[in-house]
């Protein structure tokens, strides 16, 4: 079973400058999370997808982010503009969404430097 | 709104020593997950806790979870090298709701 995909891997941008990352969850997965990981720190929830619908985006940064679901699969993660406080890994997590237990499957995420 | 604490946030141990990590949170949940990170690698799941005194073994490693103390512990066993890494537990309100992490224990195994 192929896991869950991102891209790109790594990314540079300055200051003010527009960005998007891509999520391919895992095949059959209802619900898709974004996280962000600031350095040294625990992963943060920015975003949860139930198929196509947004259940919580209480904290994301609405002024500069946006995500969206389209047709309830692949998911894309846009940043405009960024600041250097942007600067993370940027995990999409995938789950089943039935049954009792309710794990989720993480991707390689993306490392993004903002200069 | 859920908090979880874990401590230590930095363990440096000698090879073949016991140690435990703790994992402390502020609302009733009875989902606790320990995740393993490498450095520049993503998440990898550990352990997957489901009810008051469960608890799990894989290796060196040992998970448990006391649901009225609010509290998971993470045991290491006869420490390796190999284990060298940061331990996150997160915590899930209830089903299908996003994962609470702590900051994380970055666990350093020397000889």
């Known amino acids: 079973e192929a896991g869950v995909a991102q891209s790109p891997r790594y990314k540079i941008i300055e200051k003010r400058q527009s960005v998007a990352f891509w999520c391919n969850p895992i095949?059959?997965?209802?619900?898709l999370y974004w996280y962000q990981q600031i350095l040294g720190q625990g992963p943060k929830l920015l975003i949860q997808f139930q198929n196509n619908g947004v259940v919580d985006d209480s904290q994301l940064p609405k002024d500069r982010f946006s995500a969206e679901r389209l047709k309830g699969v692949d998911s894309t993660l846009k940043i405009q503009p960024a600041k250097l406080e942007d600067s993370a890994v940027y995990l999409c997590a995938s789950s089943l969404s039935s049954g009792l237990l309710n794990e989720q499957y993480f991707g390689p995420g993306t490392r993004l430097t903002v200069t | 709104e859920l908090k979880v604490e874990q401590n230590p946030l930095f363990l440096s141990m000698q090879e073949g020593k016991n140690y435990t990590i703790y994992c402390n949170y502020s609302?009733?949940?009875?989902?606790l997950y320990w995740y393993r990170q490498d450095p520049g690698k993503s998440l990898e799941s550990l352990f997957v806790?489901?009810?008051?005194?469960a608890v799990k073994q894989e290796g060196r490693l040992m998970a448990s979870l006391d649901t009225k103390a609010r509290l998971s512990t993470l045991h290491i066993t006869a420490a390796v090298h190999d284990l060298s890494a940061t331990y996150f537990c997160?915590?899930?309100?209830?089903?299908?709701?996003?994962?609470?992490f702590g900051k994380g224990t970055r666990l350093s195994v020397i000889a």
């Open positions: 095949s059959g997965h209802a619900t």
């Open positions: 997160a915590v899930e309100n209830s089903g299908n709701t996003p994962l609470v």
């Open positions: 806790l489901l009810s008051n005194g």
């Open positions: 609302t009733t949940s009875d989902r």
